[in-house]
């Protein structure tokens, strides 16, 4: 079964890290395109930051230097490292990727940054 799991969610106090990691899994190969996308409650799904087919890194305003995407293309993972974390970046956190004309997405990971 071809699917994307997210972990490394959870509570931090605000200025703290987190290291979320998203593993495909069953069909889904390669991780040219896979991104990290976050939900906050009442609020539309955004971009937080991902690859782009030409090898670029997207990352919303409010992430950059704060968050770092990378990828480990032999275990099919991406990761994000949140530094410092504010109470505003508090949602679920969702990994996505394309893959065979297909979008897949996890089942996210909430990630909660108390004040």
């Known amino acids: 079964q071809a699917q994307l799991v997210e972990s490394g969610g959870g509570l931090v106090q605000a200025g703290g890290s987190l290291r979320l990691s998203c593993v495909a899994t069953g069909r889904i190969r390669g991780v040219n395109t896979m991104g990290w996308y976050r939900q906050a409650p009442g609020k539309q799904r955004e971009l937080v930051a991902s690859f782009t087919r030409d090898g670029n890194i997207n990352y919303a305003e409010s992430v950059k230097d704060r968050f770092t995407i990378s990828r480990n293309r032999a275990r099919d993972t991406v990761y994000l490292q949140m530094n410092s974390l504010k109470p505003e970046d508090t949602a679920v956190y969702y990994c996505?990727?394309?893959?065979?004309?297909?979008?897949?997405w996890g089942r996210g990971t909430q990630v909660t940054v108390s004040s």
């Open positions: 996505k990727t394309l893959f065979a004309g297909m979008d897949y």
